[in-house]
C-alpha cells in the first residue's frame, strides 16, 4: 500500500482539523510564529552546553524571533567553544557567558531559558526558573527523582511559566497521525504495548579522584549530589551512576517511553515491577544494564520497557531513513515501540522512521495495512515551545505531561533498587505502597546550597 507522508498528513489535517482537535500544533515554517521586530524577539539563555545544548542554542539563534543573549556552563571551556558559533548562527549578534547560571536568573530581560545540563541539575534549574519569570525548554531525562518533577509542576503551575519537555516526539506529525489512526479503532483494542531501548554503553573502569581542571567550577557542577572529589567518570559518566540519573531507562528510553505513551493513550500506572542487573560488571557503573520494566494500567492494558547495553548489532534509525520516504529494518531498530492491538501490531520510530501496521500473513509474506513516513521533530518542537510562549497555553510535551512518563521510569527504578519488589501506585499521592521502595522517591539530602525547598 503507499505509504501517507509528512506533507500529505498536514494537508489532510487541515481538512480535518486533527491539529487543533488533538491540542497539537503542526506547522512547516520554524519562522513563522509571527513577523516581529528586532527588539520583539523572545530573549533566551542556554545553560549546559557541553552535548545537547549547543545544537539547540544554535536552533533557537537561527530563527527570527528568539535571540540567545547568554550562555551558561560551569565550565568556561565550553562557553569559549560555542559562543562565537551561537553568534554566528544568529547574524553575529554576541552573546553574555557565564559559570553561574543563576546570574542569568536575575537578567530581567531574559524571558526563556533553555536547560541542556545532566540530569541532576534539571529539576534546580527549571524551578529557579520559573520562580525568576523565565519559560523553560527542560531536556529529558526530566529530573532525578520523582519528587522533584512534582515539584516542577507546582512551580509551572504556581508562576505562570509555559515549560517543555525536550521529549521532541510529542511534535511529530507522524506521532499525530498514529495516535490518531489508534483512537479511531483501526488498530482494535490494545492491551499491550512493548518499548525497547537496545545499544551498546560498556561499563567504565574506576579512576583515582583528582584536581578539577581550572576552568571548571566542579563545586556547582556537583551541585545537590553528595559532596566528592573531581573524578573523570563523574563528569563524563553521570547518566550510569545513582547519584546523579536514573540509567538509561531514563536517559534515552524515556523518549520512546513518553512516545509510546502518546501514541496508544495510557496514563499513570497501577502497578509497576523491574527487574534486571548489571551484566557487564567489570567497572563502576551501578545503574542496569539489563532491565524489563512492566506497567499494568486500569484498562488492563500492559506495557513493558526492555533495556539492554551491550547490544552493538542494534541500530538507532540513521539520519538517511529520517530524512527520506523510507522505513527502516524493524527487526534492529533499537528504539522502536510494538503496539498490539486485536486488528493489528503497529510498530513506530523515534525521532523520525514512521510506523507500519502488519496484519496476518499472506503466502508466508508480511502484509502492511496502514503505514506513514516520519522526520525528525526537532523543529516542530521548538516551534511548538514558541509559539505557546506567545499565547501562554500549554506545550505539546507540558512538564505535567513529561512527570507522567518520567514518573513511571522513577517507580521502576525504585521497584529495582528495592529488591525487584512489585509496587502499587497511590494515584492521588503519586507514592507507592512499599517503604524501601519510597527511600528512592526523593534524595536523601540536598546538598547546600543547592537545596530544593518543599515550598517552591
Known amino acids: ?225 553528595p559532596e566528592h572529589a573531581y573524578n573523570f567518570n563523574l563528569r563524563y559518566h553521570w547518566h550510569h551512576l545513582w547519584r546523579y540519573c536514573i540509567g538509561d531507562i531514563g536517559n534515552d528510553g524515556a523518549h520512546q517511553f513518553d512516545e509510546a505513551r502518546m501514541i496508544a493513550g495510557f496514563g499513570l500506572p497501577k502497578h509497576v515491577h523491574c527487574t534486571g542487573g548489571r551484566w557487564n560488571t567489570q567497572g563502576t557503573a551501578d545503574t542496569p544494564d539489563t532491565q524489563i520494566a512492566t506497567f499494568t494500567y486500569d484498562n488492563d492494558m500492559v506495557a513493558t520497557l526492555e533495556l539492554t547495553l551491550y547490544t552493538p548489532y542494534m541500530l538507532k534509525i540513521d539520519p538517511v531513513v529520517r530524512d527520506n520516504d523510507m522505513f527502516p529494518y524493524w527487526p534492529q531498530v533499537s528504539t522502536r515501540i510494538e503496539i498490539y492491538g486485536d486488528k493489528g501490531v503497529m510498530t513506530v520510530g523515534r525521532m523520525g522512521g514512521g510506523w507500519q501496521v502488519f496484519v496476518r500473513t499472506k503466502d508466508r509474506k508480511p502484509v502492511v495495512k496502514d503505514q506513514m513516513y516520519g522526520r525528525f521533530p526537532d523543529s516542530d518542537h521548538q516551534e511548538n515551545w514558541v509559539q505557546c510562549i506567545h499565547s501562554r497555553e500549554k506545550p505539546n510535551a507540558d512538564i505535567e505531561i513529561g512527570h507522567i512518563s518520567h514518573i513511571s521510569l522513577h517507580y521502576a527504578t525504585m521497584s529495582y533498587r528495592a529488591g525487584f519488589k512489585a509496587l502499587n501506585v497511590d494515584p492521588k499521592t503519586q507514592h507507592v505502597d512499599d517503604a524501601e521502595a519510597m527511600k528512592f522517591f526523593k534524595r536523601e539530602e540536598y546538598r547546600k546550597p543547592w537545596v530544593l525547598e518543599e515550598e517552591v
Open 1 to 225: 500500500m503507499a505509504a501517507m507522508n509528512r506533507r500529505e498528513f498536514l494537508c489532510r489535517s487541515k481538512a480535518t482539523g486533527l491539529g487543533m482537535a488533538a491540542g497539537m500544533t503542526i506547522l512547516n515554517d520554524s519562522n513563522s510564529v509571527r513577523a516581529n521586530p528586532a527588539n520583539d524577539k523572545i530573549m533566551m539563555a542556554i545553560i549546559g552546553c557541553r552535548s545537547r545544548g549547543p545544537g539547540l542554542a544554535r536552533n533557537f539563534a537561527r530563527r527570527n524571533d528568539c535571540e540567545l543573549a547568554y550562555i551558561a556552563d560551569v565550565d568556561k571551556a565550553m562557553i569559549v567553544k560555542h559562543a562565537p558559533m551561537i553568534a554566528e548562527a544568529q547574524g553575529g549578534k554576541k552573546l553574555k557567558g557565564v559559570q553561574d547560571f543563576r546570574r542569568v536568573l536575575e537578567d530581567k530581560s531574559v524571558d526563556a531559558i533553555i536547560i541542556a545540563t545532566p540530569t541532576h541539575w534539571h529539576a534546580p534549574a527549571t524551578i529557579w526558573g520559573c520562580q525568576a519569570g523565565k519559560d523553560v525548554y527542560v531536556e529529558k531525562p526530566l529530573c532525578h527523582n520523582a519528587w522533584e518533577g512534582q515539584k516542577m509542576i507546582e512551580a509551572a503551575r504556581k508562576y505562570k511559566r509555559v515549560v517543555q519537555v525536550g521529549t521532541q516526539n510529542r511534535s511529530a506529525p507522524y506521532n499525530m497521525a498514529a495516535r490518531k489512526y489508534i483512537t479511531e479503532g483501526k488498530l482494535g483494542k490494545v492491551h499491550f504495548v512493548r518499548v525497547l531501548n537496545q545499544k551498546l554503553w560498556p561499563n567504565f573502569k574506576p579512576r583515582a579522584d583528582q584536581a578539577a581542571p581550572k576552568d571548571l567550577d566542579w563545586d556547582m557542577w556537583n551541585g545537590p549530589a
